[in-house]
């Protein structure tokens, strides 16, 4: 019966340690898009697409 002195507290602090983590994730935007990662695997590419960036080369560094 004394192991619930603990149980009951630790219960309570990861059920608002939950709740806080999921107001987090809601506040910074983690819910905003739910099927766009699912349809982006989708997407076809082309196998030999180059790398997002402004179309110049990198030189070689040595």
Do not use: C
Not at 8 to 13: K, Q, S
Not at 43 to 60: F, V
């Amino acid at each position: 019966m004394s192991v619930l002195v603990y149980l009951i507290p630790a219960a309570l602090l990861f059920g608002l340690a939950s709740l806080i983590a999921f107001l987090w994730a809601l506040k910074s935007g983690q819910y905003e898009d739910l099927d766009g990662a699912g349809e982006r695997i989708l997407i076809e590419t082309e196998p030999h697409a180059p790398a997002p960036g402004n179309g110049k080369p990198k030189p070689n560094q040595a």
